[in-house]
């Protein structure tokens, strides 16, 4: 989960450690792809394949010749479709909503490959969900005017803080409604805003099961053909199943595909456990159960790591100690900004912006938390440079081969308030007053970022074409394959303390589903794959997708990298690839 940008409204479930949402490369330009309606890749991407998927625009109405054209890209399997250890297809989502599944696999592809991959050899699939990255139409309400989305961002920025004064709160559900009102004008109705729900992309995702199975069986047709062979087999012959590891609102993703399509489950993987039914009322109320504790953490293994943390003075007796200096400092901020020239560039800062930097740490404490502690550092001996360059307003734009490419910012917008449709029109600024309350009791350091989520689809007056409201449910497996059941029980994983999907909510989700099983990786940060290398968990992983067989529910797994210290092969691979990739 991303929390909203300070200058932009938007909701994430999944943040980047380098602040790119979408790297650009110059060697690969996907307007020379033509959609279709089957998949026809072509090389992209050092190793990989790309194709552009035509699919409807509305489901629900096949008198409607409007078309979607979804951005694919795939790692392929290390041996041919035919080989007796080809596992088929794993689909991948890292979450957002908004975030795009094309960078994923182009980021971190060889990573997972690495960590799934072990008798059973596996294609990994990413796609650019409707509305948003590679995928067409995007979800743009601005109409490719970046300086009015750039001078929207500056109008955010100067508000403040949903809980620093009534008038901010009051002129935030203001600009909130106008962006209503814009994406609404600027795009009009039955146009891609309508149509990018959660329950839309799973039924993308059905025709995407449905083209790799087709594509794969001309394959294996083709390669059996020209060794005189029989075609496919009757076991080849069963309905395709989906294969999927999602990341955060991935897991909402998935759960509510395994809900809709029971019967198309093949293996789901769900890492960092959404609150089905608390995202789909638009309340957000069920993340930031762990998220001060893991901030604990980040002073706790300060202090514990001496001198490898700049932040720890000789005075300093705990992390405890730590905290309150900085939380002190924090408050200064608050009151008397600090301000910081450099070159003909002058940025005001405040403890909210320290209080930001903490909060997009707390994602991947690996990587995150020493440049953090030098951040922090820097500033309480009056250096704001780094800190600076945290809050310099990003542009939302990144210059690709083929032009522009437009942030996510409006397609989570549209997705987050389209999926909660009208849970948020109808209230009163004592309703709102009142939420940022119960948001700031959950995490002084989060709750007014995250009430924002919510907040922001105040002005979300469309109704969309295609819902679902529930219930998160399957019915038990059945690995026989049998009709309208899920091939395989659906496996959750979750950190020991995640800053946005806390352990509860994989549990609360792990009910509903009649042979499932939690599984909780001794890591913090958010989502347990990416949090660290951990060979218990992989070997899970690879168990399940090979064989369909989860573990014990709520199985413990150990983890083998921790924040500040030299960690092994595996951590700096992920790492590595980590980089801005999930």
């Known amino acids: 989960m991303l929390p909203p940008s300070t200058a932009i409204l938007l909701a994430g479930l999944v943040a980047t450690t380098a602040g790119a949402l979408f790297a650009t490369n110059t060697e690969f330009d996907w307007t020379a792809i033509e959609p279709t309606e089957d998949l026809r890749y072509c090389d992209c991407f050092n190793g990989l394949r790309c194709a552009r998927l035509k699919v409807p625009l509305d489901w629900n109405n096949?008198?409607?010749?409007?078309?979607?054209?979804?951005?694919?890209?795939?790692?392929?399997a290390s041996v041919p479709v035919d080989h007796p250890d080809y596992g088929g297809t794993i689909i991948l989502n890292p979450g957002g909503p908004g975030d795009s599944g094309v960078n994923l696999v182009r980021l971190s592809g060889r990573h997972l490959q690495k960590v799934i991959d072990n008798n059973k050899k596996y294609d990994y699939l990413g796609f650019d969900p409707r509305g948003l990255g590679n995928t067409t139409p995007q979800l743009d309400c601005f109409g490719g005017d970046t300086l009015a989305r750039n001078a929207y961002q500056q109008v955010l920025r100067g508000l403040g803080t949903v809980d620093s004064s009534e008038d901010a709160l009051r002129r935030f559900l203001a600009i909130s409604k106008g962006l209503g009102a814009l994406c609404e004008n600027t795009l009009g109705k039955s146009s891609i805003i309508e149509h990018v729900t959660t329950a839309a992309v799973c039924r993308d995702m059905v025709e995407m099961v449905d083209r790799v199975d087709e594509l794969r069986k001309k394959e294996v047709a083709l390669l059996k053909h020209r060794r005189?062979?029989?075609?496919?087999?009757?076991?080849?012959?069963?309905?395709?199943?989906?294969?999927?590891?999602?990341?955060?609102?991935?897991?909402?993703?998935?759960?509510?595909?395994?809900?809709?399509?029971p019967g198309r489950v093949g293996r789901m993987v769900l890492d960092g456990v959404i609150y089905a039914e608390d995202y789909m009322q638009g309340l957000w109320h069920h993340n930031l159960v762990d998220t001060e504790a893991v901030v604990d953490y980040f002073y706790d293994t300060c202090y514990e790591a001496g001198d490898i943390c700049p932040l720890r003075i000789p005075e300093d007796v705990n992390g405890t100690s730590i905290r309150r200096r900085v939380d002190q400092f924090i408050a200064d901020m608050d009151v008397l900004p600090a301000y910081n020239a450099e070159g003909t560039s002058i940025t005001a800062l405040t403890g909210r912006d320290i209080r930001d930097s903490?909060?997009?740490?707390?994602?991947?404490?690996?990587?995150?938390?020493?440049?953090?502690?030098?951040?922090?550092?820097?500033?309480?001996?009056?250096?704001?440079?780094?800190?600076?360059?945290?809050?310099?307003?990003?542009?939302?734009?990144?210059?690709?081969?083929?032009?522009?490419?437009?942030?996510?910012?409006?397609?989570?917008?549209?997705?987050?308030?389209?999926?909660?449709?009208?849970?948020?029109?109808?209230?009163?600024?004592?309703?709102?007053?009142?939420?940022?309350k119960r948001f700031m009791s959950q995490s002084i350091t989060f709750g007014a970022k995250w009430a924002t989520i919510p907040f922001q689809?105040?002005?979300?007056?469309?109704?969309?074409?295609?819902?679902?409201?529930?219930?998160?449910?399957?019915?038990?497996?059945?690995?026989?394959?049998?009709?309208?059941?899920?091939?395989?029980?659906l496996l959750f994983l979750s950190n020991r303390m995640d800053p946005v999907t806390p352990s509860v909510n994989a549990n609360a989700m792990s009910a509903g589903h009649p042979g499932s099983a939690v599984v909780i990786q001794d890591s913090v940060g958010h989502c347990a794959i990416p949090a660290g290398w951990s060979g218990c968990t992989n070997q899970i992983l690879r168990d399940y997708f090979e064989f369909g067989v989860v573990p014990r529910n709520g199985t413990f797994c150990a983890a083998s990298c921790k924040p500040w210290q030299e960690n092994d092969e595996g951590c700096n691979l992920l790492s590595f690839e980590n980089n801005g990739g999930w």
């Open 457 to 489: 689809c105040s002005g979300y007056l469309l109704a969309p074409m295609y819902q679902f409201r529930g219930p998160w449910v399957t019915p038990p497996a059945d690995s026989s394959l049998k009709s309208g059941v899920p091939a395989a029980p």
């Open 358 to 436: 903490i909060s997009q740490a707390l994602y991947r404490p690996i990587l995150s938390f020493p440049p953090l502690a030098q951040l922090i550092t820097d500033a309480l001996e009056g250096n704001f440079t780094l800190l600076t360059n945290t809050v310099t307003p990003d542009d939302i734009q990144t210059d690709c081969a083929t032009g522009s490419q437009i942030f996510s910012g409006e397609a989570a917008y549209g997705i987050v308030c389209s999926d909660a449709a009208g849970s948020q029109t109808k209230h009163d600024l004592t309703y709102y007053s009142d939420e940022v």
């Open 62 to 76: 096949p008198k409607d010749n409007s078309t979607i054209a979804i951005a694919i890209a795939t790692l392929p």
């Open 228 to 261: 005189g062979e029989q075609g496919i087999t009757t076991q080849e012959n069963q309905v395709p199943r989906l294969q999927y590891l999602g990341f955060s609102y991935g897991t909402y993703l998935g759960n509510t595909f395994a809900s809709m399509f």
